[in-house]
């Protein structure tokens, strides 16, 4: 069975950094695009950040652009989110996201806390 476990989240001030990992298990980490979503209070739930499978090619939402780096390590089947210059906005449930495959629906973490407030 698929497993992907978040973890690293957590109360900063704004203008603090956070490093969110997911520990994933149960396919080919190493052949797949990984992603990370968000999901604010009252709000609808928003991508932040994929990567590719080999590490190249990333994409990040406008909103956090320039803040936030998402990197992976297929050797340990890890995916982070490195989050700098943190803003009250940016406090949200935050995701790790895969579809194994093409026939399998996709599968989520239970998610980690990251609140921003002063």
């Known amino acids: 069975q698929v497993r992907l476990v978040e973890s690293g989240g957590g109360l900063v001030q704004p203008g603090g950094s956070l490093r969110l990992s997911c520990a994933a298990s149960g396919f080919t980490f190493s052949s797949s695009l990984m992603r990370w979503y968000r999901q604010a209070p009252g709000k609808e739930r928003e991508l932040v950040a994929s990567?590719?499978?080999?590490?190249?090619?990333?994409t990040l939402a406008d909103s956090v652009k320039g803040r936030f780096t998402i990197s992976r390590d297929n050797a340990q089947n890890t995916v982070y989110l490195q989050m700098d210059s943190l803003k009250p906005e940016d406090t949200a449930m935050y995701y790790c996201s895969v579809r194994p495959t093409a026939t399998l629906s996709r599968s989520w973490g239970k998610g980690t806390l990251v609140t921003v407030s002063s």
């Open positions: 990567i590719a499978s080999g590490g190249g090619t990333i």
